[in-house]
């Protein structure tokens, strides 16, 4: 529990993607600003909140059954107030308040800013509100708040999606695309690298279609954090194979010792006629094209990517040809779901739905099928001198470091505390199926 008394403990669950990890961020240092404090156990809040993803399976039954566990919790502590925020709170409004009596406020994704009023509100009135309003007025304006940011720290360059892929919540929880201006976060960039970070992820629902109040695109942003900014890495993430074009290629190869040998390119379905239902806006054949650009203009680049499994109308030859593009494109790395419907998104009402077995074993065969090929690329490290940015020590195994390589790759290798955000050099010397081990070059 928090030493001084005025200062009271919250406590954050966090589910799905990066872009939710760092809105919890997010919400601590501005919860921090209003004397609150981190806890590790909901014993020791006063404040829980759950933030949620309703991206992939059952987010409300988790919602409800989380929040049935803090039940006693509430009773032992009359001043504990329990939130939902994140991408639950935007689909269920108000509605979750009546559905799940123990709950105190909801909230969505773009009210963040306001969670320390919110709070303060809800208190004060000891009233129950629900807050999940779009800000479609505002330009898109905010510092990256991270407490204490490490090695590696992620910086939100555009919010929202306008591409309505028919499976996917996001446009309806997220609300409509904007960007941050380029200036903005060249100057937030800057102050993390005097804060210590060494790597920053940029991050969207999809970078590609980034465009700053100057006109800038995300070609010419990532040029620009290449040569204004001394960041020793940079990541992004998610790219729509859409709208990765060759001056973004160009980009990346001219200035690749800082922007990383890694692009992930979500590719849904190998079978043109299912990405055509997806309404993805590019067909296996365009995919692929987008994938040789990549590979002629960056040599050895490491690709990984995202797909579905069971979508609405998938036959056993779709599905073939999406074990098909896995082999062709040879991603290092893929991460696979099944399919599942998702409120207010056009596939949900699609009456051809695949059945529950079929999903999951066709998930099962991808795995099985993928982990082969992963291995067989990796092999390709063996030997080779990589440069590390060291992360971190292991806790159990004393003297062994970790870090990622600039394809992703984590890699474990002899090292020490004192190397921890150093770029250092390490010959790999194993490679398992997931991971990498190597030596440290002096
Ligand atoms: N069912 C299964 N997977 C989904 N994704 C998005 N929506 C769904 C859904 N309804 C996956 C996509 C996306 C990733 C973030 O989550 O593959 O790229
Ligand atoms: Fe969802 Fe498609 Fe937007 Fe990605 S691009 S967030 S999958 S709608």
């Known amino acids: 529990m928090t030493e ?30 209003s004397n609150y404090q981190e806890v590790q156990k909901p014993d020791d809040a006063n404040l829980i909140i759950i933030n949620s993803c309703s991206v992939r399976e059952k987010p409300v039954h988790k919602v409800h059954s989380e929040v049935g566990r803090y039940r006693q919790l509430k009773k032992e502590n009359p001043n504990l107030i329990i939130g939902v925020g994140g991408c639950v709170g935007q689909q269920e409004k108000k509605k979750l308040l009546s559905d799940v009596p123990l709950l105190d406020f909801v909230f969505g994704p773009d009210n963040i800013d306001t969670l320390p009023s919110l709070v303060s509100e809800v208190r004060a009135k000891q009233e129950r509100v629900a807050k999940a309003k779009f800000d479609y007025q505002s330009p898109y304006q ?114 690749r010792s800082k922007l990383c040998d890694y692009i992930h390119l979500p590719v849904q379905s190998g079978s043109s006629s299912i990405l055509d239902r997806m309404n993805r806006r590019y067909t296996r054949e365009e995919y692929l094209e987008k994938v040789k650009m ?11 990517t995202d797909i579905i499994v069971g979508f609405p109308g998938e036959t056993d030859q779709d599905f073939a040809d999406t074990l098909s593009i896995v082999q062709e494109v040879g991603y290092e790395t893929i991460f696979a779901f099944k399919y599942s419907p998702r409120p207010y998104t056009k596939a949900a009402k699609f009456t051809d739905q695949v059945a529950e077995d079929v999903k999951s074993a066709r998930l099962n065969q991808l795995f099985a099928e993928h982990r082969e090929l992963g291995f067989e690329l990796a092999k390709r490290y063996d030997g080779q001198v990589l440069d590390i940015l ?53």
């Open 4 to 33: 001084n008394p005025s200062i009271q403990g919250v406590y954050i669950t966090t589910y799905g993607c990066q872009m939710n990890v760092n809105d919890s961020e997010r919400m601590f240092s501005l919860l921090e600003l």
């Open 294 to 304: 990549i590979k002629d203009t960056i040599p050895g680049v490491s690709l990984s």
């Open 142 to 255: 905010v510092e990256t708040l991270v407490r204490n940011p490490g090695v590696s720290t992620f910086v939100n360059i555009t919010k929202g999606c306008d591409n309505f892929c028919t499976f996917c919540i996001v446009p309806f929880t997220r609300g409509r695309e904007r960007s941050r201006s380029m200036k903005d976060l060249i100057d937030d960039i800057n102050k993390l690298v005097e804060r210590g970070t060494k790597e920053v992820t940029l991050l969207g629902q999809n970078v590609n279609s980034y465009k700053s109040d100057c006109g800038a695109n995300f070609a010419q942003l990532m040029k620009t954090v290449a040569t204004d900014t001394d960041i020793q890495r940079v990541r992004f993430t998610t790219s729509h194979p859409k709208d990765f074009d060759q001056e973004l290629c160009d980009v990346l190869q001219n200035h």
């Open 390 to 442: 060291v992360e971190g020590t292991d806790d159990k195994r004393e003297g062994v470091a970790h870090g990622r390589s600039t394809q992703n790759k984590l890699v474990h290798f002899n090292g020490t505390a004192d190397l921890i955000g150093k770029v250092v050099p390490v010959r790999i010397n194993k490679v398992a199926p997931n991971s990498l081990k190597g030596e440290l070059q002096h």
